[in-house]
Structures are given as C-alpha cells and as structure tokens.
C-alpha cells in the first residue's frame, strides 16, 4: 500500500459531508496486497479474518455498506468484504486512540491495479476530523490493511491474539496518543452527540462545536462556553477555591499554605493530625497523601509533592469519603460516591483471591479497554491494614477491601450512585458553590461520613470545585447533560433551494415565514449572504460551503436557506449532513442528466418525510 489521496475540503481547510454521510468526510484510495489465501480459498480465509474481528476487536459481522451504483469485485464478495473489514479496523485504530470517527465508511470499488503485479485498489469514503493530524488516519487506515493481511493468513488462537493486542498497544495507542487532542470526558460526549444526531466539528486544541447557528455550543472535555474563564481560573487553584468558598461562608476544610518543610511541621502541629499535604495546582491526585500522623511521614509527603509542584497545601483531614456533585445549569444532575480502588466481598473468597480474579478479567480485555491493574503491594496491604483487613481475610458479601487510600485517576476507583440517598440539603449546597464560580458545568467534591446527612449536622466540607468535569460513562448523565445543553438537539432548521433567481424568490418568501415564526433566517448563495433583515453581508469566505459555514457557527442566525445554482459543493462536500427540505424551482438550467448534479442532489436529499419538490417541469 503506497499513499491515500484526500478529497472534499473546502478553500478554508474545512471537509464537507460527502456520499450523504453523517460526519464530514473524505475520500481514501488505498493501494492493498491481497493475501494469496484470500484469492484462493476466500470463503474459509474470509471466516479465519471475521473470527479474528470478533474475538480480537469484538468487531461484530456488519452489513457491507456500499455506493449506490457499486460494482461487485470479478474476485467476488469475498475480497468486496476483506475491504469493508479493513475500513471497519481502520475505525476501531482510530477510536482507540479516542478519535470520535463512529462511521466506517462507503466502498467505491474494489479493483485490480493492473500497473503494478497484486496490488488492489480500494477506493472509499470515510469520515475526517478537520484539525486533526493527516498522519493519523493515513498510519490507521495502513496499518489495519497490513493487520488484515497478517490475520486472514494467521491461525486466531489466543495467544495470537494477545501478541497482536498487546503490539498495537505498544506501537499504536502509547505512540500516537500524544497527537491527539484529548479530553477524558470528550469521546463519551460526542459519542452521545453522534447516536442522538447532534452535529459536531472539531475546531483545534480539542476544542468541538457541537449544534448549529443559535443552538451552537462549544465544549472541551467536560466544559462548556458557558462557563466562566475567571470561574475556571479560580477553580484551577486549591487555595483560590477554598477563598472564595470560605468567604461565602460555605464548609471548607482548615488549611495552610506552605513552603518549606518546617513550615509544614509547624503547620501539622497548628492543625492537629492527622493531615493532608497536596499540591495547590494539579489534578488527578497528583502529589497527594493524605491521613499523615507524624514527621516521618510529613517529611515523605513532603519530597513527593515537590515533584509536581511548588506551590504546597496542608490540611486538616476530615473524615469521610469524597462524593462527587454534578450540576449543570443550576440543577444537580447526578452524585456519586468516590471510593478508592477495591475489591468486594462475596463473602466466600479472600481479599487476595478477589485481586487475582479482578485483574483476570481485566486481562480478558483488550489492553485499550482494561481498568488500572488491582494492586496487591506494600500500599494495599497497608490500606487492608487501616481497616482491620489482611489479604487473607474474607470480606462479608458487598463488603468492600480498599488498596488504595482515596480515588484517584492514576489508580482508578469505584464509584457508586447515591442519587437516591444524597440530602437536600448537600444538594443546595454543591448548587450554590458551581455559582459562586459561576460554572454551569461542574463537579462538586463533597467529603462527607454520610451524604444522607446534611453537611452542618456531620462536619462535611468542600473539598474542591472541578472545572470540566469527568464523571462516569453513564447513558443516563449524558441524557441529563445534553438535555440542559442541546434541548433542540442542537439544530436549526436548514432549507436548500436548488435555481436562480425564482429560487432566490422562493427563498426570501420562507425567509419571511421563519422570521414571523421567531427563527432569525439568513439567505445565502455561494457569492451572496443576507441577514435577517434583508441586509447583505460582507463575509471574507470562498464559495457556498464557506459562506453556509460562517453563518452557522454564528449564533443569531435562528435558520438557514441555501440557494444552490453552483457544482461547487460537489467538490467540497456538504456544509451540513442533510437539509430539512429541498426544492427544486422552474428556473433551474442545469441538464436533468448531469452526473454531478445528481450526485450532488442525492447527497442533500433529506433523510426526513419531505419530499423533494421539483418544479423545474
């Protein structure tokens, strides 16, 4: 395989929506080496590569989606299929390393290169994200035709398969994820944005738009354009956080800044043990320890938290859990209980038993999916220790044994849902805090002995005050977070009148019924753009693509009409995946038989109950 050749970008940079996807996208020409074995015997090589999908990508059979009129490969379906399989791999690669790519793809054709001995052409639609990296599709989309090839020529036994899984985490996810922008609350959220046919883009720095025109938003990681920069800033720092909590007059724990060991001494002293020593500006429990109970290990605590920063908190430790509150838009979305890593009790196995069949199944996982290892080290066993457990103790049915001393993205944890239990008047609490910080997106670290209790009966305290954040991969937050968000699902209604100038007629009439019906309406043609008030606007952009962009990235424009007399987005791709509606009015010149304006005209056709209108007759 020798190159990809790109097509559907527009004269800003942009891709555009070709063959109807519903992601922007573009065009892949691979260049492939057919196995031999799929050429001689392709039914039962065909079954050895879908065996190995399944079982080492749990990539499960799909229908093979092609263009309308697609022909069939003289080789049969058989290598039309080995194709398909490579775009579907080439999908997995990227989401692997969180690219929110969730369409594999359209197959073109599949055939023979005939200036070069056993090369095949696979030609394909796929879908692209602008601002992205071109070396990371080009290296996915090699890679799973060179994966292909290794697996319908390789017997899937398990060993195989764990060798495979365990090179592609090596040289694949650890050593192109540092290209990638990421967030650990991004790929969930556009995924939920994909499956609900909510519009996205992605805008740079791991920075996405999702929604169009006056239902537009931009979110990175858990945070969102409504939230406060200054909020965001205050939030960042641990000291700023308790400050302006504490002047609100909401709990806080007691605490010190400090910069020097002695002073951390004098400071444990002034407080009263035990304490915690962190960082005033990291995140994840970077540099954290918690219950210190004399010099010894302040002065451990000390020298590790000085890895990861200067700027130094002590505190004194309240007793409890941490639970995280999620608000959104001044309503408590969901609570969850933060335990450290652990294992739970069946009552019949000993905790080391419990550690050996967790991390079993882990193993049983693809590297890319598996949870942080369950430890079993001087650490654990001083925290099984804490709590009167060993590893050979047999924790009580649902009893858990804890390995680590709090929950902390560098060593996972459990978390548990207590929306049920939480006390209103926590929840008022967690509520007023995010608007303190004037966050409509927040986590709300609450440290509590029972969330069932209000904060001021049981000595509760805010811990901190999170800026975008992460909470758990539940369908059912995700629902609560884009209703808030994207109660329109973050469309506007978009109208494509394909003429000249009866069309540009027709189109200041709709325009006119939007306006009425409280839509602001813009009207744009590939060299012309009209406001909703009938003004013309000046727009620094290059044809119908960039000009329909502009005007939904802005967010007074309520609806769009688009009046089509111009190919040119049959070069570029849509600006959007489907128009509500397309109407075809009398004055359209072009020939009924013209191939590109067919094809074009397919590409907008709506995926709703309208019909096409075609007056042209």
């Keep these: ?150 697996m319908a020529k390789t017997k899937p036994d398990s060993d195989e398969i764990a060798k495979l899984q365990s090179r592609l985490k090596r040289q694949h996810v650890d050593q192109m994820q540092g290209m990638i922008p990421r967030g650990r609350s991004t790929y969930p ?13 992605h805008l740079g720095e791991g920075v996405y738009s999702l929604g169009w025109g006056s239902q537009l938003r931009r979110i990175r990681g858990g945070g969102i354009d409504k939230d406060s920069s200054i909020g965001a800033i205050l939030s960042h720092n641990k000291a700023s956080t308790i400050r302006v909590l504490s002047a609100a007059g909401l709990p806080v724990p007691v605490q010190r800044t400090i910069d020097s060991e002695a002073a951390a001494l004098v ?33 451990r605590a000390w020298q590790e938290a000085r890895h990861f920063s200067t700027r130094l908190l002590l505190e004194r430790q309240i007793s409890g859990l941490c639970h995280r509150l999620h608000v959104c838009d001044g309503q408590l979305i969901s609570a969850w209980r933060r335990r450290p890593k652990s294992v739970r009790g069946d009552g019949s196995l000993t905790v080391k038993e419990l550690i050996d069949r967790a991390n079993a ?21 001083g ?34 849902d207590v929306d049920q239990l939480i006390h209103p008047d926590n929840v008022s609490l967690a509520i007023e805090a995010a608007k303190l910080f004037d966050l409509s997106n927040a986590g709300i670290d609450l440290i509590t002995t029972d969330i069932s209790e209000p904060w001021y009966r049981n000595g509760a305290a805010i811990n901190e005050v999170n800026h975008s954040p992460q909470s758990p991969d539940s369908p059912q937050l995700l629902e609560k977070v884009f209703a808030s968000h994207f109660p329109a699902n973050g469309r506007i209604p978009i109208e494509v009148f394909v ?52 005007l939904l990235c802005r967010k007074n424009v309520g609806a769009l009409i688009v009046v089509v007399s111009d190919q040119d987005l049959f070069l570029t791709g849509l600006p959007f995946d489907q128009p509500d509606h ?17 094809t074009l005209l397919s590409w907008m056709r709506p995926k709703l109950d309208s019909p096409i209108v075609d007056e042209s007759e």
């Design 1 to 150: 395989m020798t190159g990809v050749i790109l097509r559907g970008t527009a004269p800003s940079g942009l891709h555009g929506h070709l063959d109807g996807f519903d992601q922007p996208s573009r065009l892949i020409v691979l260049q492939w080496k057919a196995p031999q074995s799929l050429l001689d015997h392709p039914a039962k090589t065909l079954a050895t590569l879908e065996h190995w999908l399944r079982d080492a990508f749990d990539v499960q059979p799909t229908t093979l989606k092609t263009k309308s009129k697609f022909s069939a490969s003289k080789q049969g379906a058989s290598l039309d299929r080995t194709a398909w399989h490579i775009l579907e791999l080439g999908k997995v690669l990227l989401q692997m390393l969180e690219v929110p790519v969730f369409h594999p793809g359209v197959i073109h054709h599949v055939r023979k290169d005939h200036s070069q001995s056993g090369l095949w052409n696979i030609r394909a639609t796929t879908a692209v994200l602008d601002h992205f990296p071109e070396d990371v599709y080009y290296e996915c989309y090699f890679r799973a035709a060179r994966i292909v090839s290794f």
């Design 189 to 201: 959220l556009l995924s939920y944005a994909y499956n609900h046919r909510i519009p996205f883009r």
């Design 267 to 299: 400071a444990a002293r002034e407080l009263g043990w035990p304490v915690v020593l962190k960082p005033a500006d990291r995140d994840r429990g970077e540099g954290v320890t918690i219950n210190i109970r004399e010099p010894g290990q302040l002065k």
């Design 361 to 381: 199944e882990q193993q049983a996982l693809p590297p890319w999916k598996r949870l942080k290892p369950f430890p079993c080290d001087d650490v654990a066993v």
């Design 383 to 416: 925290c099984l220790a804490a709590h009167g457990l060993t590893l050979d103790s047999v924790p009580a049915k649902d009893d858990w044994a804890p390995l680590r001393p709090f929950n902390a993205p560098a060593w996972g944890g459990v978390v548990e």
């Design 499 to 550: 003429g000249r100038s009866a069309a540009w007629d027709k189109a200041f009439q709709k325009q006119q019924e939007y306006n009425s019906s409280g839509f602001p309406c813009w009207v744009t043609d590939h060299q012309r753009s009209v406001d909703c008030s009938g003004r013309e606007l000046h727009l620094m952009a290059h044809g119908l693509f960039d000009r329909c962009h502009a």
């Design 582 to 598: 397309l109407q075809i009015v009398g004055d359209w010149q072009p020939s009924p038989n013209d191939r590109s304006w067919k």
